[in-house]
C-alpha cells in the first residue's frame, strides 16, 4: 500500500474509504454500505480491524456518524465558531492510537441548537483546496440541509433545515402521500412551489396541494415537484433573507439542480463545488494539522 493514511466518510447508512497518499492525491476509493446502522455498536471494533487489514495497517482517520452516540465512540463538539486546527486538536484517539475519529461542530445561537459530524470536513476542505473564498455561505442539501457561514476560513455559524427529511415524510406517509409520487424536476410546478414559498404560510400551502388537485387546479402529477420546490423554497429564501446572494453548492447533480433554481429564483448564484474533492482536501488538512 502506497498511502500516508486512510480517511473513511462513515455515515449513517454508507461508508466511503479514501487511500491518500503522501502528495495528498487519492489512490484507491472503496464504498459500501456498511454505515453505522449496518454495524451496529458492538460491530465497530472487528470493523476498524478488517478496515486495517484490507489497507496494509495504514492509520486511519475517522469522520461522520462514527463518532456520534449512535457510533463507535461518542467524539465532544467543537463549538462555533470553530477552526480547522481546533478541530484537530480534538481529535480522539482509539486504541490503537493509529485510529483517529474527528469531533463533530456545535452550536448554540439565539435559544436554537444545533450540531454536524462529517459535514464539517467538506466544509473546511472547500475552503483549504481552493473550491470556495474564506468567507462565504456554503451549503450542503440533502436529508437535513446543512447551511454554514464560513469566515476567514472557519465556522462561524451554521443551520440544519429538515428539507429532505419533510419531503419523505410527506411522500411516505398523511394526506398528500397518494399524490407526490410524480417526478422532481426544476421545472414550472417546481418554480410554483418555489415562488409560493414566499408566502411565509407553508402548513397552509402544504394542504392547498390537495385542494389544488381536488378542484383541477393542479395535475397530481406535478405535485411532488411543486411540494418540493416548496420546502426548497421555503428553506432557501430563509437563508437569503439577509442579502446574501453567493452560496456554494457541495451535493449531487440532481439535488445541485433543484437548490440552483431555488436560488436563482430568489435572485441568488450558485457555484457549484465537488463534495468529494472537498472532503479529501477536507480530512487531508486536517491530518496534517494533527498535534
Not at 490503537?96 to 456545535?106: E, K, L, M, N, T
Not at 398528500?176 to 410546478?189: E, F, I, R, Y
Amino acid at each position: 500500500m502506497t498511502g500516508e493514511f486512510v480517511a473513511i466518510d462513515w455515515g449513517t447508512t454508507n461508508r466511503r474509504a479514501y487511500v491518500i497518499d503522501k502528495t495528498g492525491d487519492v489512490v484507491r476509493t472503496d464504498r459500501d454500505g456498511r454505515g453505522t446502522l449496518a454495524v451496529g455498536r458492538d460491530g465497530f471494533a472487528a470493523e476498524a480491524s478488517a478496515l486495517s487489514a484490507r489497507y496494509g495497517g495504514l492509520p486511519m482517520l475517522l469522520a461522520g456518524m462514527v463518532g456520534s452516540n449512535r457510533g463507535w465512540h461518542e467524539t465532544a463538539y467543537v463549538p462555533c465558531p470553530a477552526d480547522l486546527d481546533t478541530l484537530a486538536r480534538n481529535v480522539h484517539w482509539v486504541e490503537p492510537a493509529r485510529i483517529g475519529i474527528v469531533p463533530g461542530v456545535s452550536q448554540v445561537a439565539g435559544g436554537r441548537a444545533d450540531v454536524m459530524r462529517g459535514e464539517e470536513v467538506q466544509l473546511f476542505g472547500a475552503v483549504a483546496g481552493g473550491l470556495a473564498p474564506g468567507d462565504a455561505l456554503l451549503c450542503q442539501p440533502g436529508t437535513h440541509c446543512k447551511w454554514a457561514w464560513m469566515k476567514a476560513g472557519r465556522i462561524d455559524g451554521f443551520t440544519t433545515a429538515m428539507t429532505g427529511e419533510m419531503f419523505a415524510l410527506l411522500k411516505s406517509h398523511g394526506l398528500l402521500s397518494s399524490q407526490l409520487h410524480g417526478p422532481v424536476v426544476p421545472g414550472a410546478a417546481f418554480v410554483e412551489g418555489v415562488a409560493d414559498a414566499a408566502r411565509h404560510d407553508l402548513l397552509a400551502t402544504l394542504f392547498g396541494t390537495r385542494a389544488a388537485m381536488l378542484l383541477g387546479k393542479r395535475d397530481a402529477a406535478a405535485s411532488a415537484a411543486y411540494v418540493s420546490g416548496l420546502l426548497i423554497g421555503s428553506d432557501v429564501e430563509a437563508r437569503l433573507r439577509d442579502g446574501t446572494r453567493d452560496v456554494h453548492m457541495l451535493a449531487d447533480p440532481t439535488l445541485a439542480g433543484l437548490y440552483a433554481a431555488a436560488i436563482e429564483a430568489f435572485g441568488g448564484r450558485c457555484h457549484h463545488v465537488d463534495s468529494h474533492g472537498a472532503f479529501v482536501a477536507g480530512i487531508t488538512s486536517i491530518w496534517r494539522s494533527l498535534p
